[in-house]
């Protein structure tokens, strides 16, 4: 028996029947992308087709994908056309691997001012959704906190022990170092300018000032942000894409009392916490530097740091910690639970993660400065 691909063609009043043969398989796959190929061609100028399948010995997803695709071509040549003779499984098959015209659709090329425009509304509509998904994950993370509250035996202790070890204790070495060396900088630059004005002891007053309200806090926060809160987003978005944050639900465990809970906890902690060693890091190489650079001694170091700040000074830069924390954590979880089931959607997130909260970490420092300046604090 010849298995070969083929058809034969009955015309009758305006229809057109395409009886087909032999085995339509990917084994004779050109013969089977030939044949297809020749089927609209057939049918002319025909109104009515009918596919006739009763003659095919056996059909795999290859075949009735070509049988599939000559049907379409037949409907877009403004024919109407039909199987015909179909076993349950030929039937099966075709709905299964029916064609679609997947040619991408040229898009008309518009102003440039109409497509910028386009784009900045579209930015902004996507940052008010934003929003409105960071207060609602808030208010989501209140009514856990809340949960945990009335019944302390659901609060997971280890978790936030080890979060806080990964976050905290962990990151010392690379924070101290940075703002070691920022320290060192600032120091640098402000003795290279006051020394014109004959005020170099005046560095003291601006490298305390400038590291304990605003520079210690802020670059701790900024690398935190791309270390531990890109770390939470991979995590959690990782187990989104195992499917493990949707077995938590099954077992019962809410996963924002399980996963976001503790690591935003471990956070609030831990930032304060760096951020007092920032600032110790970030003054001792102002020191260094005063005393190698600008002839400043260690004694008159401190009592000028003494005079130059008080309290306030010091205490800005630490209320500004836990709320640095707390958007860092939220926007890592959030971005977290956003990802999808694929690699690169991780990767975009985790990206989107950094981004949004060094941006927020800025604009929460803007904030307070104002608020504090504000209050003359």
């Not at 990782?238 to 493990?244: A, G, I, L, N, W």
């Not at 938590?248 to 060693?277: C, K, Q, S």
């Not at 990802?339 to 800025?362: C, D, N, P, Q, Y």
């Amino acid at each position: 028996m010849d298995d070969t691909p083929g058809f034969s063609v009955e015309r009758s009043d305006g229809a057109l029947r395409l009886s087909l043969t032999g085995a339509w398989t990917a084994a004779a796959a050109e013969a089977v992308e030939e044949t297809g190929d020749r089927l609209p061609a057939e049918a002319g100028d025909a109104k009515r087709v009918v596919l006739d399948l009763s003659g095919v010995s056996r059909l795999d997803t290859l075949g009735a994908w070509v049988v599939d695709r000559a049907r379409a071509r037949l409907a877009g040549a403004g024919a109407s056309a039909e199987y015909d003779a179909l076993t349950e499984p030929q039937r099966i098959l075709l709905h299964e691997t029916a064609w679609h015209d997947l040619t991408p659709q040229q898009r008309a090329r518009g102003s440039v001012l109409v497509n910028t425009l386009s784009d900045v509304g579209q930015a902004v509509v996507n940052a008010g959704r934003d929003v409105v998904g960071g207060v609602a994950f808030l208010g989501a993370l209140v009514a856990a906190i809340g949960r945990v509250a009335t019944n302390p035996k659901r609060f997971r202790m280890t978790s936030v022990v080890f979060h806080l070890e990964s976050v905290g204790f962990q990151s010392v070495p690379i924070i101290a170092l940075i703002s070691f060396l920022v320290g060192c900088i600032i120091a640098q630059q402000g003795i290279f300018q006051l020394r014109r004005f004959g005020a170099v002891a005046f560095v003291v007053d601006l490298t305390g000032i400038l590291v304990l309200r605003e520079l210690g806090v802020l670059l701790t926060s900024i690398m935190i942000a791309g270390r531990s809160g890109s770390a939470f987003t991979a995590e959690i978005g990782s187990m989104k894409m195992r499917e493990e944050i949707d077995a938590l639900r099954v077992m019962g465990l809410d996963p924002m009392e399980v996963l976001v809970l503790p690591r935003i906890l471990a956070l609030v902690l831990a930032l304060p916490m760096l951020t007092f060693l920032a600032d110790l890091a970030a003054l001792l190489g102002g020191g260094v530097v005063a005393w190698i650079y600008g002839g400043i001694g260690k004694e008159v170091f401190l009592s000028r740091l003494q005079s130059a700040i008080a309290l306030n000074t010091f205490m800005v830069g630490l209320i500004k910690a836990p709320f640095m924390a707390l958007v860092i954590g939220v926007i890592a979880s959030i971005e977290g639970l956003a990802v999808k089931g694929s690699a690169e959607s991780l990767g975009r997130h985790v990206t989107s993660s950094v981004v949004k909260a060094i941006f927020m970490v800025i604009v929460v420092d803007g904030l307070f400065a104002m608020f504090f300046a504000a209050i003359k604090y």
